[in-house]
């Protein structure tokens, strides 16, 4: 009854070949979940770098507009386009002349901070 099913001929795959290619799978997925969380690590910081440098564009807009003003908070800075990304948080403070942003990822490891002149550190 079982001779039904096969034509002549016809083979499957040994249990070695089936073993080499899981081991292959696995080994490819070794190699790529470290890349991975490397990935996301590189993006969660570019998205706190990237905070800093919107932040700094919209505080000048709002020296600009205020020459003699303060800046205490994002609050200041959102009605000069300044919309931050989720899990970023961002911090500026000061006058023109002595302006500081910073702003770090919740899941990132670096800080980036903006100076008066428009420097970004690190």
Excluded: W
């Amino acid at each position: 009854m079982i001779a039904k099913f096969y034509t002549k001929g016809q083979r499957g795959f040994t249990l070695i070949e089936l073993m080499i290619v899981i081991a292959i799978i696995g080994i490819l997925a070794a190699i790529a979940i470290p890349q991975f969380t490397s990935y996301r690590q590189r993006g969660y910081n570019a998205a706190a770098k990237a905070d800093v440098k919107n932040a700094y564009t919209a505080a000048q807009a709002y020296y600009s507009d205020n020459p003699t003003g303060s800046i205490s908070g994002t609050g200041n800075l959102t009605s000069f386009g300044f919309n931050p990304t989720a899990s970023v948080t961002t911090s500026p403070s000061g006058v023109a002349s002595a302006l500081s942003i910073t702003a770090y990822h919740a899941s990132g490891t670096v800080t980036y901070t903006a100076t008066a002149s428009g420097v970004i550190t690190p």
